[in-house]
């Protein structure tokens, strides 16, 4: 249904008549130094174009393919694999495009950049996509792609209240980068004694750290789980130990699980495979339950010398990454079948690591998990802005909610 005073158009309809919808360069070739930006899908990122590690094309060949060059505010739009994938280019120097990027040249820009990325148009996307092998948008489909379009004073002001939301998050984005950012530096610095803090007298540390095995502060857990609980637990790098329905929206533990391992609460895993951020695998200490059932392929174990160790220091220096070195000494080669990698419990157990004292390991931790906390706070608010933009887009984007011509808000 049409609202009120909007019309349903073509996109061509809206872009500009010296300038239809297309795409570039068919085969980019090698890099050209000191040649002409091509952008290609990868640059394409949250609606913006990347500026760096563009790949860059001879003169000659830009203006083979000259019908393609863009402008600024002219919209991209993926066309194959990750098709849909929209961004707005604002530079105002020259670059051209790849031939798996539509170009959209309109004098509406503003209003289309948000309409194109709207939940309803990307699946609609998504849905006329075509090709067995490879997902692809072709130009016809979206040039006949149908657009709702109200009177260009209230498509100002939609754009401008959407706007205003990117702004915030964009500003949120940044505060949560640079808070990850000064986490990881924190933990490089702290848990190496590069930067000591002080004790409670106001007195920076100044012991020697200690070096001990693994052995000497952990012990290995092997306990079976025997019919004691289903709570079936998996290692995320993201969200730690964390229920296998959760994580993979499915059960895919055995139907037995009486060999499995039972972990208790504050207990650590180490999951060998390795993942993106997690090259030797990852650590996690099981916070979320009391206890948890997981794989006899991780490898288990718990503190045995709480005047010595600080549970909560010791989780911040197994997610730090400084352990990586070590294990991969101990990983023997053949191991990384499925992604697995072969570490025996005797090595890891046998690694050594330099130890501060148990104060200073609870001022360490403390300082760590206060970053943690400002973290999770600008991921939350993060979150809470995206999914408020969304269900604004929907109301505004389809008419169901109008804006008054007169003032930028949403009535």
Same mark, same amino acid.
């Given at each position: ?108 820009? !503003?209003?289309?950049?948000? #309409?194109?990325? %709207?939940?309803?148009? *990307? &699946?609609?996307? $998504?849905?006329?996509?075509?090709? =067995? ?73 100044? !012991?020697?750290?200690?070096? #001990?095995?693994? %052995?000497?502060?952990? *012990? &290995?857990?092997? $306990?079976?789980?025997?019919?004691? =609980? ?95 070195? =070590? ?85």
């Amino acid at each position: 249904m049409v609202p009120k005073g909007w019309e349903q158009k073509k996109l061509e309809e809206l872009c500009s008549l010296d300038a239809p919808i297309t795409y570039g360069v068919l085969k980019p070739g090698e890099y050209f130094c000191g040649g002409i930006p091509l952008l290609q899908i990868k640059d394409l990122c949250d609606g913006s174009v990347l500026s760096n590690g563009l790949h860059l094309i001879p003169p000659e060949l830009d203006y083979e393919y000259r019908r393609s060059r863009i402008i600024k505010n002219d919209i991209l739009i993926s066309l194959v694999g990750t098709i849909g994938r929209v961004a707005k280019y604002q530079s105002s120097s020259e670059a051209n495009i790849h031939r798996n990027i539509g170009r959209i040249r309109s004098n509406q820009h !503003e209003y289309l950049f948000h #309409y194109l990325r %709207s939940d309803d148009v *990307q &699946r609609g996307i $998504t849905d006329s996509a075509s090709g =067995s092998s490879q997902s692809a948008l072709n130009l016809s489909t979206l040039r006949s792609m149908l657009i709702l379009v109200p009177p260009v004073i209230e498509q100002k002001k939609i754009a401008k209240i959407l706007s205003t939301w990117d702004k915030a998050i964009s500003v949120t984005e940044k505060l949560l980068t640079n808070s990850q950012q000064q986490k990881k530096a924190l933990m490089q610095q702290l848990l190496t004694g590069k930067k000591r803090l002080l004790d409670e007298n106001g007195t920076r540390f100044s !012991e020697t750290w200690k070096l #001990y095995t693994l %052995s000497k502060l952990f *012990q &290995r857990v092997t $306990t079976k789980n025997n019919g004691k =609980s289903n709570n079936v637990v998996t290692i995320s790098g993201q969200h730690g130990l964390i229920k296998q329905e959760d994580f993979f929206k499915k059960t895919v533990a055995s139907d037995t699980l009486d060999g499995y391992f039972l972990l208790k609460k504050g207990q650590f895993a180490y999951n060998k495979s390795y993942s993106n951020g997690y090259p030797m695998g990852a650590i996690k200490r099981l916070n979320r339950y009391s206890e948890g059932v997981v794989t006899t392929l991780y490898i288990c174990f718990e503190l045995t010398t709480p005047k010595i160790s600080c549970g909560d220091y010791w989780e911040h220096y197994f997610e730090s990454g400084l352990l990586n070195n =070590s294990l991969s000494q101990i990983a023997h080669e053949g191991g990384r079948a499925h992604g697995l990698l072969n570490v025996k419990h005797s090595d890891f157990f046998s690694l050594k690591v330099a130890v501060p004292g148990f104060e200073e390991q609870q001022k360490i931790a403390s300082v760590l998990s206060a970053a943690d906390t400002e973290i999770s706070t600008l991921e939350k608010k993060l979150a809470c802005l995206k999914d408020e933009k969304k269900a604004l887009m929907q109301q505004l984007l389809t008419g169901k909610r109008r804006v008054k011509v007169d003032e930028a808000v949403a009535v």
